[in-house]
């Protein structure tokens, strides 16, 4: 087997392990998904200052609103109700 072949073969293994990692229950709320899986992930990827700034932003627009709520509670019109309200 090649290296190649055999990298293949491992992700192939590990992408169920992977994705079951990063689902989130129907029961988690909205602030625990965005402490516990959202923001560890993101603050990898942005700098210091982008991540202070989006921690506020999603603090004081979303988690403020909606922090309490299932993530499965949601639907696409009240999100887009959301939206517009916010951007009035």
Known sequence: MTK???KAQVATIVAPLNLRERTASGRCILADFVEQV???FYRRKWKRSTASSNQERISFHLISE???RRING???DELQDFLDHKAT
């Open 74 to 76: 949601f639907s696409r």
């Open 4 to 6: 190649t072949e055999a």
């Open 66 to 68: 909606f922090g309490k």
């Open 38 to 40: 959202f923001l560890p």
